[in-house]
Structures are given as structure tokens and as C-alpha cells.
């Protein structure tokens, strides 16, 4: 009577094609591989897998595309200015609308405590958010 070997499994072909297979499950597999062209065309197919997957580089191109090259040198930094500017005059009009309007002194004394009070709250916060992002394990992690 012929006996049929075990049939072997994907997880099987992995572990046999990596290695982590112990010496007598080794030679159950290379006997099936022999017997079956089945499993010798799947074997070279994960192995070709893996050699290209090997090949892969995951960096990012340095120049990037045309448009990170345009937004970098010119749009980014004409937003910027665009958005100092408009938050300066925005905040200069709002004072002198806020000094030259009546109103009690102390309720004046109370917004513009707040208002300041608020201010170096956000400009602390993103200072600090600033000095730690130069240490930051993961800035240069794409999604």
C-alpha cells in the first residue's frame, strides 16, 4: 500500500521557507516538495516574492514633485507673509476699536487680561511644540 504524505500547509511553506523549521518537519517538506511540482511552483513563486520585495525602498523621493518644489519655494512662504500681515492689522484695527470705543476701564482691564493671558498661553505652547519637533522620533514618517 502507497502511503500519502501529510499535505502541507502555507504556514508550512513559510516557515520552511525561512528557515524556522525543525530538522524533521525540513525533510517532510523537502520530500513533499519533491514528489509535487505543485509545491516547487509555489515555493518559487514566494521566493521570487521575496527577492522583489527585498528590492523595494520605501524613502521618499528627496526633490519630491513639481508641485512640492513650487509650494515649497514660493506658496508656502507667500502664505506665510500673507497671514502675518492680515493678523497684524486684523489685531492693530481690534485694539484701537477696543481703546477708542467708551466702556469701563476695569471691563477693558479684564478683556485685555484674558486676551494676553491667552496669547502667552498659545505662544508657550507652540514654542515648546516648536524646540521638541527637531527631537521627534517619527517627523519624518510618511502616512
Known amino acids: 500500500m502507497v502511503s ?6 502555507q504556514e508550512e511553506l513559510m516557515r520552511y ?3 524556522e523549521l525543525p530538522p524533521e518537519e525540513m525533510g517532510r517538506v523537502q520530500r513533499a516538495l519533491g514528489a509535487s511540482t505543485e509545491l516547487q511552483r509555489e515555493v518559487a513563486i514566494y521566493r521570487a516574492m521575496g527577492r522583489e520585495l527585498g528590492d523595494l525602498s520605501f524613502s521618499a ?9 513650487v509650494n515649497r519655494r514660493i506658496a508656502r512662504p ?3 507673509i500673507l497671514l502675518v500681515a492680515g493678523v497684524l492689522v486684523w489685531t492693530l484695527y481690534g485694539s484701537w476699536v477696543f481703546v477708542t470705543t467708551p ?6 482691564l479684564g478683556v485685555g487680561t484674558v486676551t494676553i493671558g491667552f496669547l502667552v498661553l498659545l505662544a508657550s505652547t507652540v514654542w515648546e511644540r516648536y ?8 517627523r519624518h514618517i510618511e502616512r
Open 61 to 69: 523621493d528627496p526633490l519630491g514633485s513639481l508641485w512640492d518644489q
Open 103 to 108: 466702556g469701563s476701564p476695569w471691563e477693558k
Open 131 to 138: 524646540r521638541e519637533a527637531a527631537h521627534d522620533p517619527y
Open 4 to 9: 500519502v504524505p501529510d499535505p502541507v500547509t
Open 17 to 19: 521557507l525561512d528557515g
Open 78 to 80: 507667500v502664505g506665510w
